[in-house]
T-cell receptor, first 119, second 114 residues
Framework: NAGVTQTPKFQVLKTGQSMTLQCAQDMNHNSMYWYRQDPGMGLRLIYYSASEGTTDKGEVPNGYNVSRLNKREFSLRLESAAPSQTSVYFC??????????????????FGDGTRLSIL | DAKTTQPPSMDCAEGRAANLPCNHSTISGNEYVYWYRQIHSQGPQYIIHGLKNNETNEMASLIITEDRKSSTLILPHATLRDTAVYYCIVRPNRIKAAGNKLTFGGGTRVLVKP
């Protein structure tokens, strides 16, 4: 059982390049999330998708776009990468009872991250 | 979400129990206590959560004080693979999806020594 799978694991980009980070989960979860983690800091939510067909901004959405391709897949796109976006990116998923209200006693399951460096 | 306070680091001997404290004195009645850990170079891993009763699963036990202002995560027989940063998080029971994000504080860096 793979859980949450992220690709690629590592990537180096030049400033201004574009890139899409892929995330897929096989747990039939409704909700999916993208976080970034910078050295010495906790996770910050970039975007989330409460259910298939919906996406919403988190704390730090600027410079990113997302697509909830289907229930399994949630991708994160950097249209014009900047050095400030150098980070480790984590995708997560969780169950949700409906599109509006989630029972937060449903834990989030994380992928192993994508380490992105922008020069 | 209620603020949590954890010691920045602690050591534990392999094979012994590791007891990780967390203070959450401003916790509200509808807030759960969650524990996650992050092993180096991996994504955060869910461990356990509880509301007011003690909980146990295959990974750990969670002891919540009667006034719910603090809790302790117990790893019964620590192994070298349990070396990680452990995060205590407090979150409401039912929230709109807009707020369903995890806020990780500094956590406790646990080093299990042979």
């Amino acid at each position: 059982n793979a859980g949450v799978t992220q690709t690629p694991k590592f990537q180096v980009l030049k400033t201004g390049q574009s890139m899409t980070l892929q995330c897929a989960q096989d747990m039939n979860h409704n909700s999916m999330y993208w976080y970034r983690q910078d050295p010495g800091m906790g996770l910050r939510l970039i975007y989330y998708s409460a259910s298939e067909g919906t996406t919403d901004k988190g704390e730090v959405p600027n410079g990113y776009n997302v697509s909830r391709l289907n229930k399994r897949e949630f991708s994160l796109r950097l249209e014009s990468a900047a050095p400030s976006q150098t980070s480790v990116y984590f995708c997560a998923s969780s169950e949700a009872r409906n599109r509006v209200v989630t029972s937060s006693n449903q834990p989030q399951h994380f992928g192993d991250g994508t380490r992105l460096s922008i020069l | 979400d209620a603020k949590t306070t954890q010691p920045p680091s602690m050591d534990c001997a392999e094979g012994r129990a590791a007891n990780l404290p967390c203070n959450h004195s401003t916790i509200s009645g509808n807030e759960y206590v969650y524990w996650y850990r992050q092993i180096h170079s991996q994504g955060p891993q869910y461990i356990i959560h509880g509301l007011k009763n003690n909980e146990t699963n295959e990974m750990a036990s969670l002891i919540i004080t009667e006034d719910r202002k603090s809790s302790t995560l117990i790893l019964p027989h620590a192994t070298l693979r349990d070396t990680a940063v452990y995060y205590c998080i407090v979150r409401p029971n039912r929230i709109k999806a807009a707020g369903n994000k995890l806020t990780f504080g500094g956590g406790t860096r646990v080093l299990v020594k042979p």
